[in-house]
């Protein structure tokens, strides 16, 4: 749910990221075409005119003679701003971060995986918790396998911001909040197979269709805006409405209603926007670091709800036998 608010944040703070002063001014244009000219072998920027031993991190991660300049121009730029007294600048929509190991954003990148290992570890305990035959136990692992996978998408994404890893991990974003949705929707009509069976494949035909959407011209941030942030709002309200509704009869719905408002309050991150603590260290690291200790809770609801549901199936089946 944390991608619900964060879309509506982005829709915020959308214009600011087109408008990014640090690339735009004439001191880091001029710094990087002299730099490909004097370092890259074409226009281009993707080969060196020399070859230097270099890490082999940058060549794994594809760090082209082009995008060498665009960093070095960057600090250049940066300290050129700070010494005329001037806000630190954004360029092409993120703050300045110093590049370790290869990483375009460390931070981001190490917290994307402390969230995947978070959903790692709370699977392996519903696994052991849930027996096989729980009902819905094959949904939530699918949720989370599907979680497991955007999240190494968000941790490659932060790493390298290049076109191809910036729409998987748009897709994936999407991935992780329709399947919130579907999850949702599977659990309150549980009874209702032949509809639970044609909400399935409206999703997917969604899913399948948004995706096919993004990847076909140019990328279309407005609209995946949009779509992320009907859909979640949707998740919420249905969340929290059916919470209310079964908080007496099922006394861990607090659990639900504790996480959509955690995520929420945890989103807030978002809008401090402010330069990177140490040049490592952005809100939106702190957010996604903010966030792995909320699976835990949403995955404890899960297993609650799933041997609540056992147990009801059991005492369903054993009225049937005395009858």
């Known amino acids: 749910m944390k991608w619900i608010f964060f879309s509506l944040v982005f829709s915020v703070f959308w214009y600011d990221f087109q408008c990014s ?21 074409d226009y281009d920027g993707l080969e060196f005119r020399m070859k230097y031993p270099r890490p082999f991190y940058l060549d794994l991660l594809r760090w082209t003679c082009g995008d060498d300049c665009n960093y070095n121009c960057m600090w250049q ?10 806000k630190v600048p954004q360029f092409f929509g993120k703050w300045p971060f110093i590049r370790f190991l290869g990483m375009q954003e460390p931070a981001s990148t190490i917290f994307s995986l ?27 692992l699918g949720y989370g ?10 941790a490659i994404f932060h790493a390298r911001d290049l076109p191809f890893t ?29 509809l639970n069976l044609v909400i399935t494949f409206f999703f997917l035909t969604f899913f399948l269709d948004h995706v096919r959407y993004l990847t076909h011209g140019s990328f279309d941030y407005s609209y995946n805006m949009k779509v992320n942030v009907a859909t979640g709002l949707l998740t919420v309200l249905c969340w ?7 908080g007496k009869k099922l006394p ?23 330069p990177p603590l140490f040049w490592v260290f952005d809100c939106h690291s702190i957010w996604h670091l903010s966030t792995a200790p909320l699976h ?9 709800d799933c041997k609540y549901l056992r147990n009801e199936d059991m005492k369903y089946e054993k009225l049937d036998v005395i009858e």
């Open 240 to 246: 929290l409405l059916w919470s209310f509704l079964n």
């Open 252 to 274: 861990y719905m607090w659990k639900i209603r504790s996480y959509v408002i955690l995520v929420a309050l945890s989103t807030l991150l978002e809008l401090w926007d402010v």
């Open 296 to 304: 835990v809770l949403f995955y404890s609801f899960i297993i609650d």
């Open 21 to 41: 002063l640090g690339n735009q001014s004439p001191f880091f244009y001029k710094c990087v075409s002299k730099c490909i000219d004097k370092h890259c072998l």
């Open 77 to 86: 730029t940066v300290d050129g701003f700070q010494e005329r007294g001037y």
């Open 145 to 154: 396998l599907v979680s497991c996978h955007a999240w190494i998408w968000s």
């Open 166 to 194: 910036e729409i998987m991990d748009y897709s994936c974003a999407y991935s992780i909040v329709l399947t919130s949705c579907y999850t949702m929707f599977i659990r309150i009509l549980r009874k209702y197979w032949k």
């Open 114 to 140: 402390v969230n995947l290992y978070a959903h790692v570890r709370m699977m392996i305990r519903m696994q052991a918790e849930l027996r096989p035959d729980t009902p819905l136990k094959w949904l939530w």
